[in-house]
């Protein structure tokens, strides 16, 4: 029986967690609850799974997540915090030698090398939960003696692909959160409207396979079928993950790999990369805006993050217009 701990249950990630959760109870105990503002379903979530260790973040003191995530008897910390609130979390859990179910990206855009390096202990230690790099993770997997000789990451393209930019002049919050496949939360789904989200899982992907920049890329697929894929060394075609956008399946691989249970038959595919479309980057320059800071500034990308916070903030107050997101970052 593996304790598990939520950080972020209340979010669109940390209801599906629990939604995995339960088909497992004969392997998982949930011992530990955490959100931010949603008082009401935090309390009917530790009621329905008898948590006695619960926090709401934004009544609580700032180490609150720390020691969430730094519980004595909880082994698996499942972190699917929203932006920078996750990252001190994700060093704590680390550094107490939990494993680590990472949702929360900026963790490895802040503090990649740190993270990397308390990870490095143990093969399971880190297990990713975006669909892109869980795909990956799943592939390198099924095919550990192959060489990897570049990785891909698929992009939906969000709710604006093929839009001009005179279309977007005048978005709305409203159009900007309305994705055509996957149900976020606000903050993800301006990252993935304007494809900065794009940009930072890039990174993410740089961080968690030890492979250069040079050597990822993403493209446009818009069916949200292939979530990743990789060219393996001395071959013509791509191994690429399939499945239904739902992240439910992503958390089962990551949470049946914790416990150290058989991984369940997925479906992997050999495509030619001819077949994927490239992502062009002049309407939504999301990708090359978060590149270019990060080659340039390694060091300072929690800066970055609190900034585009703040943007992503003012832009879902209706202060400022979708495209001067760019400008303001």
């Known amino acids: 029986m593996q304790n598990v701990v939520i ?70 910390i499942i972190n699917v915090l929203s932006g920078i609130a996750g990252i001190n979390p994700s060093i704590a859990a680390l550094k107490s030698e939990k494993i680590l179910l990472l949702g929360n990206k900026e963790s490895l855009i802040a503090e990649g090398k740190k993270i990397m390096k ?56 409203a159009d900007a959160l309305s994705h055509p496949r996957w149900n976020m939360g606000p903050k993800i789904s301006i990252e993935s409207a304007t494809l900065i989200n794009k940009g930072l899982e890039l990174i993410e992907a740089h961080f968690l396979f030890n492979i250069p920049l040079s050597k990822i890329s993403a493209i446009y697929h818009p069916e949200s079928q292939i979530h990743g894929a990789v060219k393996f060394k001395g071959e013509k075609f791509l191994t690429a993950y399939v499945s239904n956008p739902d992240m439910r399946e992503h958390i089962e691989n990551a949470l049946l790999r914790a416990a150290g249970l058989p991984p369940l038959s997925r479906t992997f595919k050999k495509i030619l990369a001819s077949s994927l479309s490239k992502i062009s980057t002049k309407t939504l320059p999301g990708i090359p805006l978060v590149l270019n800071f990060f080659k340039k500034n390694p060091t300072k990308m929690r800066k970055f993050l609190q900034r585009e916070e703040k943007i992503i903030k003012k832009f879902l107050e209706n202060k400022i217009g979708f495209l001067d997101i760019y400008r303001f970052i």
């Open 7 to 76: 950080l972020g249950s209340t979010g669109s990630l940390g209801t599906q967690a629990l939604e995995v959760l339960e088909r497992y109870k004969e392997h998982f105990r949930v011992i530990g609850l955490s959100a931010n503002v949603n008082k009401s379903l935090l309390e009917k979530q530790a009621k329905k799974w008898k948590v006695k260790a619960s926090v709401l973040a934004s009544t609580s003191s700032a180490d609150s997540l720390v020691t969430l995530s730094t519980l004595k008897n909880a082994d698996i």
């Open 118 to 173: 308390l990870a490095s202990r143990s093969p399971t230690r880190l297990l990713p939960l975006d669909s892109e790099h869980n795909a990956i993770y799943e592939i390198l997997k099924k095919f550990p003696q192959k060489k990897i000789e570049k990785i891909i990451l698929s992009c939906s393209g969000g709710p604006f692909y093929k839009k001009t930019k005179t279309q977007l002049k005048n978005i709305t919050v």
